[in-house]
């Protein structure tokens, strides 16, 4: 089994560069309701919501993030007809 193999062979992807979006993180702590990679991000001391500024102008509810992705999503099929 390679160095980064997993237990199932599998390897292993360098995710340490990799972000996710502030605005979502914010307004999944706003909600109350952080995702479980938050939780876990935060007790492994890979996450820190107080680095977040929570002031930011976010989507209130994943309605309003859908119904603005909808539209967008819209717009693009418009212009590519």
Known sequence: MAEDDDDDGERAR?????????????????????????????????????????????FESFGAMRGAMAGTQRSRRQRVR
């Open 14 to 58: 360098d995710t340490s560069g990799e972000a996710h979006c502030a605005g979502a993180l914010i307004m999944l702590e706003r909600l109350g309701q952080p995702s479980q990679m938050m939780r876990i991000g935060e007790r492994l001391g890979l996450y820190d919501r107080t680095g977040l500024d929570m002031e930011a102008p976010v």
